[in-house]
């Protein structure tokens, strides 16, 4: 099976691995988890929001998209 | 069983161990003398999975493998990474039940030496012994710098940090100059060893690149450009390697 290709992309960010992965649900999971730790090491360094698309490619084909946002705002 | 051909296929653990201790004649012919067996092993193949009985250390003589760890979910943690001239899995073969496994990154040469033959040379030859004794001290040093990187320091400072630890070891090892080396991971195992996703190191990196700390002439050559400003991101003071040789001179 020809690996999964994750891709976490933004304004500001871009970045993507082909992973030997078992399952699409398994690349999915990861393609999540990378936008949620890049996001999180954003927010940790000052950035009150993060937004990115997360996408899965397998085989050229786009296998599923998503958005991935994280944001901290004090409270009144 | 050796041959004339392969008399000094163990002058690279003589090397490795002469630097742990004085060592005389006497116990490096006695190193060099060791019975062995040569084997290929092929990327991705174990020379020993966790619970399994070792029953024999082996000297990497070519290539690179890992010491890794499985958690319950099935994910994998890299928890040290060998190269050529180092013993892999003293801990392994003296404890006699492995608690880890090693695999193969690379297709590799190891040198395989049974337990028995170990115990013999370290009790015949003390100071055989006590330069694997350090060895497997410095192992536990770098262990424990790999629990601090994973555990206390950002991305961009564990992926800093395991890169000027390559370069230094590369160095030793005669597989990179002046902070020029091939990575020995991909971007996967790179995740795997700092507790990144993949993606996420693949955007750290492109990130120390940017800022000039390393170039690239491709996904898996490093070439560090800025040796201070790289260890001071990574948080680096290359004591815990127990090295004689100090930092590569750099531009």
């Not at chain 2, 653990?13 to 040569?38: G, H, M, Q, W």
Request: proline share 3%.
């Amino acid at each position: 099976m020809p690996p999964f290709r994750i891709i976490v992309i933004n304004e500001s960010t871009s970045a993507a691995d082909d992973h030997d992965l078992s399952s699409a649900e398994q690349a999915q999971r990861e393609a999540i988890k990378s936008a949620l730790q890049i996001g999180s090491e954003e927010i940790m360094n000052g950035k009150p929001f993060f937004g990115a698309e997360a996408k899965v490619e397998h085989d050229g084909e786009v296998l599923k998209r998503y958005v991935v946002s994280i944001g901290v705002s004090p409270l009144q | 069983m050796n041959d004339t051909a392969t008399a000094l296929t163990l002058q690279s653990l003589v090397s490795k161990l002469s630097y742990r201790a004085t060592l005389d004649e006497a116990d490096r012919a006695a190193i060099l003398s060791l019975p062995f067996r040569t084997k290929m092993l092929e990327r991705n193949s174990f020379i020993v999975r966790e619970r399994e009985r070792a029953t024999h250390a082996c000297v990497m003589l070519s290539g690179y493998s890992v010491s890794t760890k499985m958690v319950g979910t099935g994910n994998r943690q890299i928890v040290s990474i060998h190269m050529k001239g180092e013993m892999v899995d003293l801990q392994n073969s003296l404890l006699e039940i492995a608690d880890h496994s090693v695999q193969m990154l690379t297709a590799s040469k190891v040198a395989l030496i049974a337990r028995q033959d170990i115990v013999k040379l370290t009790l015949d030859r003390p100071a055989v012994g006590l330069a694997m004794w350090k060895e497997t001290l410095v192992n536990a040093s770098i262990f424990r710098e790999w629990i601090a990187n994973v555990g206390r320091r950002d991305a961009r400072a564990r992926i800093a940090h395991l890169l000027c630890e390559f370069s230094l070891r590369l160095k030793v090892a005669g597989l990179g100059e002046n902070g020029e080396y091939e990575l020995p991971m991909t971007q996967e195992q790179l995740g795997d060893a700092t507790g990144l996703t993949a993606v996420h190191v693949n955007r750290t990196i492109k990130g120390l690149e940017h800022d000039g700390l390393i170039n690239r002439a491709n996904p898996r050559s490093i070439q560090i450009g800025d040796w201070r400003k790289l260890a001071e991101v990574g948080d680096f003071d290359s004591n815990y390697l127990h090295m004689a040789h100090d930092e590569p001179a750099l531009q």
